[in-house]
């Protein structure tokens, strides 16, 4: 059976759809999952979450669509919880010492009139290339913290009803100090029928986000890496370039950071360009997110040089125990003057032509001025 899973983030509360997994402890509502016939809820962002309507066009379009509108709603949540249900809370936070071991809970509610099995499972968390917190696909084995939390493979609730589940984390002796982003999440498997027959089974999900520190010594530091630049210059000669750059935002320490990022280019001539890069929200340990810029106005002067520099941000309501180190970095790129070249030669190229044109005139009038002399010469004896 064919798999298709696409991300939906919860709305907020004023829609009354808010993600289980939010970095700032915001007053918020429960994770709410709705899964009409084409919706696939996944793990809301981090720090924002939105309101999402509840049918997507795209999969009508570029994955075959779902073939019974009328399919039958189901609606449910994930949220933080004590043992007694839940608590208000939008994630869990825990700080450890490697070794130590904690038992959470999360509440799993049915806001529907039929008993529902929902599937669970832990998992890594990662940052998308979109900047929002996720887990891997459902399936996929967990190889970091998300292997530390134990959860029950699925759960039964009945009608309008809440089941609470124990998650137990069991942090390794040997484990790394620092931040060991994690999460659970409850899932429900809907088959469908697409447009052209095929049977899909949409994995849909909710999730609350495990915010998990490893006590011990930390770095919080930044990385630029990969940077390239290209001129992309104007063929007019009277106009400037532009300058496009790209590089690498990494997290080199051990806690997430957020990132402000900006470029600077200085050219041997002319005026020097300067433009700030979209800010990062959250790049985990060890993580990376890409970026690039546009410089515009920056004149041909053979060669310049470009800056980059990251300068690093503290998330939400995270403490981080020493000063975060910011990263830059530096290349050079080239900046040919090809068109103030061109009009160059173009103009050098008119004046040897119109010194040619002169010098072939004068010539001629000469040779005309020489015949006529010779010619003059030659008649003067006749006449006498």
Same mark, same amino acid.
């Given at each position: 059976?064919?798999?298709?899973?696409?991300?939906?983030?919860?709305?907020?509360?004023?829609?009354?759809?808010?993600?289980?997994?939010?970095?700032?402890?915001?007053?918020?509502?429960?994770?709410?999952?709705?899964?009409?016939?084409?919706?696939?809820?996944?793990?809301?962002?981090?720090?924002?979450?939105?309101?999402?309507?509840?049918?997507?066009?795209?999969?009508?379009?570029?994955?075959?669509?779902?073939?019974?509108?009328?399919?039958?709603?189901?609606?449910?949540?994930?949220?933080?919880?004590?043992?007694?249900?839940?608590? =208000?809370?939008?994630?869990?936070?825990?700080?450890?010492?490697?070794?130590?071991?904690?038992?959470?809970?999360?509440?799993?509610?049915?806001?529907?009139?039929?008993?529902?099995?929902?599937?669970?499972?832990?998992?890594?968390?990662? &940052?998308?290339?979109? =900047?929002?917190?996720?887990?891997?696909?459902?399936?996929?084995?967990?190889?970091?913290?998300?292997?530390?939390?134990?959860?029950?493979?699925?759960?039964?609730?009945?009608?309008?009803?809440?089941?609470?589940?124990?998650?137990?984390?069991?942090?390794?002796?040997?484990?790394?100090?620092?931040?060991?982003?994690?999460?659970?999440?409850?899932?429900?498997?809907?088959?469908?029928?697409?447009?052209?027959?095929?049977?899909?089974?949409?994995?849909?999900?909710?999730?609350?986000?495990?915010?998990?520190?490893?006590?011990?010594?930390?770095?919080?530091?930044?990385?630029?890496?990969?940077?390239?630049?290209?001129?992309?210059?104007?063929?007019?000669?009277?106009?400037?370039?532009?300058?496009?750059?790209?590089?690498?935002?990494?997290?080199?320490?051990?806690?997430?950071?957020?990132?402000?990022?900006?470029?600077?280019?200085?050219?041997?001539?002319?005026?020097?360009?300067?433009?700030?890069?979209?800010?990062?929200?959250?790049?985990?340990? =060890?993580?990376?997110?890409?970026?690039? !810029?546009?410089?515009?106005?920056?004149?041909?002067? !053979?060669?310049?040089?470009?800056? !980059?520099?990251?300068?690093?941000?503290?998330?939400?309501?995270? &403490?981080?125990?020493?000063?975060?180190?910011?990263?830059?970095?530096?290349?050079?790129?080239?900046?040919?003057?090809?068109?103030?070249?061109?009009?160059?030669?173009?103009?050098?190229?008119?004046?040897?032509?119109?010194?040619?044109?002169?010098?072939?005139?004068?010539?001629?009038?000469?040779?005309?001025?020489?015949?006529?002399?010779?010619?003059?010469?030659?008649?003067?004896?006749?006449?006498?």
């Amino acid at each position: 059976m064919l798999h298709a899973r696409t991300r939906t983030a919860l709305g907020a509360a004023a829609v009354a759809l808010v993600a289980g997994l939010v970095v700032a402890p915001a007053a918020v509502a429960p994770a709410v999952a709705v899964v009409p016939t084409a919706v696939v809820a996944g793990l809301a962002d981090p720090d924002a979450p939105t309101a999402v309507p509840t049918h997507d066009p795209a999969l009508d379009v570029d994955r075959g669509g779902v073939g019974d509108p009328q399919a039958t709603t189901t609606t449910w949540s994930l949220v933080p919880a004590t043992a007694d249900g839940p608590d =208000g809370r939008v994630s869990l936070r825990h700080e450890l010492d490697p070794g130590a071991q904690v038992t959470e809970h999360v509440a799993v509610t049915n806001h529907t009139d039929a008993p529902q099995t929902f599937a669970l499972a832990a998992g890594d968390g990662v &940052v998308t290339a979109a =900047g929002e917190f996720d887990l891997p696909p459902t399936g996929t084995a967990p190889t970091a913290a998300g292997a530390w939390l134990d959860v029950p493979a699925g759960v039964d609730v009945g009608p309008r009803a809440t089941v609470v589940v124990p998650v137990t984390l069991t942090v390794p002796a040997d484990a790394r100090p620092g931040d060991h982003p994690a999460g659970v999440v409850a899932s429900l498997a809907t088959p469908v029928e697409a447009v052209d027959g095929t049977r899909v089974e949409l994995d849909s999900r909710v999730g609350v986000r495990l915010h998990l520190r490893v006590t011990g010594d930390v770095a919080a530091a930044l990385a630029v890496t990969d940077v390239a630049a290209r001129y992309v210059p104007s063929w007019n000669p009277f106009a400037p370039g532009t300058v496009e750059v790209s590089y690498v935002v990494e997290n080199a320490g051990d806690v997430r950071l957020g990132a402000t990022s900006g470029v600077a280019v200085d050219p041997w001539l002319g005026g020097a360009a300067s433009v700030d890069g979209d800010p990062v929200r959250e790049v985990l340990p =060890g993580g990376s997110v890409a970026r690039s !810029v546009v410089l515009d106005g920056v004149w041909p002067g !053979v060669r310049a040089a470009v800056d !980059v520099r990251a300068e690093p941000l503290v998330v939400g309501d995270d &403490v981080v125990p020493v000063a975060p180190a910011a990263a830059s970095a530096t290349a050079t790129v080239w900046t040919p003057p090809l068109a103030q070249v061109g009009l160059l030669l173009l103009l050098v190229g008119a004046a040897l032509a119109v010194r040619t044109v002169r010098r072939r005139s004068a010539a001629r009038v000469a040779r005309a001025v020489a015949d006529a002399r010779a010619e003059a010469l030659t008649a003067s004896p006749s006449a006498g």
